[in-house]
């Protein structure tokens, strides 16, 4: 008997254990569940943007994504931003945030002026219909965004059906 509470209470301290852990992940990384967030706490989200900054500068970035997805796994995005991309002038990080997806940083992006051209073609993946963030942070510490909304006719998540 004493063998088969020693397993019940190994079994039971490995799932609080795993909990625990799983609860910590989630935290660390930002993850909610299928609420859209505001534009503050993506921004909050983002660990290299200064907090005495409220609002970056809706210019130089821009993200073209198409309205209407059909699919949430492989919505199509291209980020565009005005840069010379010269030692002096150019765009250090590139960050694309989502409004609803479990994990805010979809993707982050380092360049320099060896890039030549600021510019990102990439695939996202969307918990449903939501806005999508390019914010880029420039050499001389200005931060620059663009929004774009998404309607996704099928999720990619199934944490979207919360909301």
């Known amino acids: 008997m004493s063998v088969l509470s020693t397993s019940k209470r190994k079994l039971l301290l490995g799932l609080s254990l795993g909990g625990w852990v799983w609860s910590q992940i989630t935290h660390a990384q930002n993850m909610t569940s299928g609420r859209l967030r505001s534009m503050e706490e993506m921004l909050r989200g983002v660990e290299s943007y200064p907090r005495a900054l409220k609002t970056p500068l809706e210019t130089k ?42 994990v805010l940083i979809m993707a982050h992006f380092h360049m320099g002026p060896w890039c ?35 309607i996704a006719t099928e999720s990619a998540c199934v944490d979207a059906s919360e909301s």
């Open 61 to 102: 970035v821009k993200l073209y994504i198409p309205l209407l997805a059909d699919n949430g796994n492989s919505v199509p995005a291209n980020v565009l931003v005005d840069s010379a991309m010269t030692q002096s002038d150019h765009v250090e990080s590139l960050y694309l945030l989502s409004q609803r997806n479990p």
């Open 116 to 150: 030549g051209r600021a510019e990102v073609n990439t695939r996202l993946r969307l918990a449903g219909s939501q806005k999508v963030m390019a914010l880029a942070k420039m050499s001389n510490g200005n931060w620059h965004y663009h929004m774009a909304e998404v």
